[in-house]
């Protein structure tokens, strides 16, 4: 999975770096740099979602922390947990039902002639699997918090 968010960005610089040269040297911009650049994006976005979930490297703000401990502490962590499940299980629902009815319609993307559903049902795999690491982290905080005594 890394290296496929590490080939996703490394493409998007190569194309954005190709897109720009052409515009200003031979002032012929690529047609189709800024969409393919967008899916590559959100492949970056979505298949990052699992690596930051199965390690719990989420983005934290601190400010709070040194007023929080203890208990309220493991129970932030485990309302956070609860909230970003039911946001992932949500996404992964949209961009399921998203994903089937492109397939339906056979609907291209606006800008280029390239089917949108593949990238919808691989979005919301990812989200899925997201969704199954942060249920495996509030499992593991209610054991750490049950093995430790404290309620």
Same mark, same amino acid.
Not at 17 to 28: E, G, L, P, Q, T
Not at 98 to 117: A, R, V
């Given at each position: 999975?890394r290296?496929?968010?590490a080939?996703?960005?490394?493409?998007?610089?190569?194309?954005g770096? %190709?897109? %720009?040269?052409?515009?200003y040297?031979?002032?012929?911009p690529?047609?189709?740099?800024? #969409?393919?650049?967008?899916?590559?994006?959100g492949?970056t976005?979505?298949?990052g979602?699992?690596?930051?979930?199965?390690?719990?490297?989420?983005?934290?703000?601190?400010?709070?922390d040194?007023?929080?401990?203890?208990?309220?502490?493991?129970l932030?962590?485990?309302?956070v947990?609860?909230?970003?499940?039911?946001a992932?299980?949500?996404?992964?629902?949209r961009?399921?039902?998203?994903?089937?009815i492109?397939?339906?319609?056979?609907?291209?993307?606006?800008?280029?002639?390239?089917?949108?559903? #593949?990238?919808a049902?691989?979005f919301?795999?990812?989200?899925l699997?997201s969704?199954f690491?942060?249920?495996?982290?509030i499992?593991?905080?209610f054991?750490k918090?049950t093995?430790?005594?404290?309620?």
């Amino acid at each position: 999975m890394r290296l496929l968010v590490a080939a996703s960005i490394g493409l998007m610089l190569l194309i954005g770096n %190709v897109d %720009v040269a052409a515009r200003y040297i031979f002032d012929s911009p690529l047609d189709w740099a800024l #969409p393919v650049v967008g899916l590559l994006l959100g492949m970056t976005i979505f298949c990052g979602l699992p690596i930051i979930s199965r390690d719990d490297e989420h983005i934290t703000v601190s400010l709070l922390d040194r007023w929080v401990t203890g208990f309220v502490q493991k129970l932030q962590a485990i309302t956070v947990n609860f909230l970003s499940l039911a946001a992932l299980l949500f996404m992964s629902e949209r961009m399921f039902t998203y994903g089937t009815i492109s397939l339906e319609d056979q609907t291209q993307h606006m800008m280029i002639d390239l089917s949108i559903w #593949p990238y919808a049902y691989i979005f919301s795999a990812m989200s899925l699997i997201s969704a199954f690491f942060v249920a495996r982290n509030i499992f593991r905080d209610f054991r750490k918090t049950t093995r430790t005594g404290e309620r």
